[in-house]
């Protein structure tokens, strides 16, 4: 016998409690030579952009591929 599971519930279109659609946050745009920030690999530099889908950035010891949304990286 399987324990009980409550099925997630969702929103009817008619509702009058209706969560309001919130637009996902903007993809911050790199360019090669940005100063970043690491939550995980610390500083580094942006050495090259794959078309919006990923960059690559070196963290001194380590070079790193980062695709996009980048959730842990901030430019400096």
Do not use: N, W
């Amino acid at each position: 016998m399987r324990p009980y599971q409550a099925a997630t519930r969702r929103q009817l279109p008619t509702s009058p409690f209706k969560v309001p659609d919130v637009p996902p946050p903007p993809i911050e745009q790199f360019v090669t030579g940005d100063q970043v920030s690491h939550d995980k690999y610390g500083l580094g530099r942006v050495i090259a952009v794959h078309q919006d889908v990923a960059v690559i950035v070196d963290f001194g010891s380590e070079t790193y591929r980062l695709t996009a949304p980048y959730a842990k990286l901030e430019k400096l």
